[in-house]
């Protein structure tokens, strides 16, 4: 029986869904996913610049478990550029306190100022709290 996978800390979701590359049509079907874990992973390295044993501290997982993200989603990232695919984000397996969802169109995200409840994507007003 496989082992139920832990919830990776995330400190902060990007506040927008995703990438568009400019100039060409997008194919149907041929987006690439990025989850928050994945996102989080490349924010800490690649951002931060942190090393992998800091960020893993940081997201509660081992090393080598950040390091099969973090090369995920790299991997991922070089697919999108090469072939021209959309990037777009998703929840995946993590959690971070104070995140709002928008209740119009779904998707979770944080804010720095807690007086501006207002989403990222569709700037309607947020109502539901995610803990």
């Known amino acids: 029986?496989?082992?139920?996978?832990?919830?990776?800390?995330?400190q902060m979701a990007p506040n927008y869904c995703g990438f568009k590359p400019q100039g060409i049509q997008s194919k149907p079907g041929s987006e690439v996913s990025i989850n928050f874990e994945e996102y989080e992973a490349l924010n800490l390295c690649d951002y931060e610049l942190l090393n992998q044993s800091e960020a893993a501290k940081l997201m509660n997982i081992s090393r080598p478990t950040f390091t099969r993200i973090y090369e995920s989603v790299r991997r991922k990232?070089?697919?999108?550029?090469?072939?021209?695919?959309?990037?777009?984000?998703?929840?995946?397996?993590?959690t971070v306190s104070d995140w709002l969802k928008c209740n119009n169109c779904q998707i979770n995200f944080t804010v720095s100022d807690k007086s501006d409840n207002f989403c990222p994507i569709c700037k309607t007003q947020v109502l539901t709290e995610n803990k």
């Not at 029986?1 to 995330?10: H, P, Q, T, V, Y």
């Not at 990232?77 to 993590?94: L, T, V």
């Open 77 to 94: 990232i070089a697919r999108a550029f090469i072939e021209g695919s959309c990037i777009k984000f998703e929840d995946g397996n993590s």
């Open 1 to 10: 029986m496989a082992r139920n996978k832990k919830e990776r800390l995330i």
